[in-house]
């Protein structure tokens, strides 16, 4: 009998429990004791990972935000220097232009004075009286000869006047562009021993060759005061000197 009600006992016992473990995972399905815990315990575990991934991402941010900044000091400074590499030549180009370049005082072979290339100015002097200056300067670009003595011929004169042997000079006045030269002209004689004196208001002073007797290019005509100029059979020139006080010395 008492072998019979241990077994019964031990079904009962069974199946009791079988019940109890039901019951419990019945109270684990409605979200209450043990499966709470595990839920936080789950939640618990991973909050960290995105606590660790933020900083990542801020490091991140700041990465970029240190590239950017980079990239605007990069940007900055190539804009600098290149604004002041554009700055200064432009700078340059404007304080310091190229000049041009000078022409030559002469260039070329020196050529014969004559009307074309020289300016001839007569002017009456106090001393020596009764004497006319002629002073013929090159305005042309090449240095030019002033050969022998000037031919001159007052208002309708057929014949030139002679010159004075003793003011030849030691060598061919040489005129460069822009220089003179000078002759001087004994207009009639001081003591008034002249012939055949008259009054005259136009001049023409040719010039000559090498050879000294031709007449070569086109004469000059300067202008005389307006009443004229007394002129008398002692008419007489200089040789074309290089300095005027050569000139008037005679």
């Known amino acids: 009998m008492s072998s019979i009600r241990n077994p019964r006992t031990r079904l009962l016992g069974a199946a009791a429990t079988v019940v109890l473990a039901a019951l419990s995972l019945t109270a684990c399905s409605d ?3 043990a499966h709470d815990e595990g839920a936080a315990a789950t939640t618990g575990t991973t909050a960290p990972p995105s606590t660790t991934k933020s900083p990542s991402s801020g490091a991140g941010s700041s990465n970029s935000g240190s590239n950017s900044s980079s990239g605007s000091d990069s940007s900055a400074g190539s804009s600098n220097a290149s604004g002041s590499s554009n700055a200064t030549p432009a700078a340059d180009s404007r304080s310091t232009p190229t000049p041009a370049p ?24 106090n001393r ?5 200056l002629l ?19 007052f208002g309708e004169a057929q014949a030139v006047p002679p010159v004075i042997e003793e003011s030849q000079p030691q060598a061919v006045v040489t005129l460069k562009p822009g220089e003179s030269g000078y002759a001087s002209v004994n207009l009639s004689a001081a003591d008034g021993s002249g012939t055949n004196g008259h ?6 002073v040719y010039f000559r060759g090498p050879s000294g007797n031709e007449s070569v290019g086109t004469g000059a005509h300067p202008s005389l005061p307006v009443n004229g100029v007394y ?7 200089t040789f074309w000197q290089q300095s005027m006080d050569d000139a008037i010395d005679w």
């Open 128 to 132: 020596p009286v009764n004497h006319m």
């Open 231 to 237: 002129v008398d059979d002692s008419l007489k020139v």
């Open 31 to 33: 979200g209450t004791g």
């Open 102 to 125: 000078k022409a030559p005082a002469s260039s070329g072979k020196p050529v014969t004075c004559e009307g074309s290339n020289t300016k001839t100015v007569a002017a009456p002097l």
């Open 199 to 204: 009054t005259v208001k136009s001049l023409t």
């Open 135 to 153: 002073t013929v300067t090159n305005t042309g670009s090449k240095s030019c000869y002033l050969y022998g003595y000037p031919a001159v011929r």
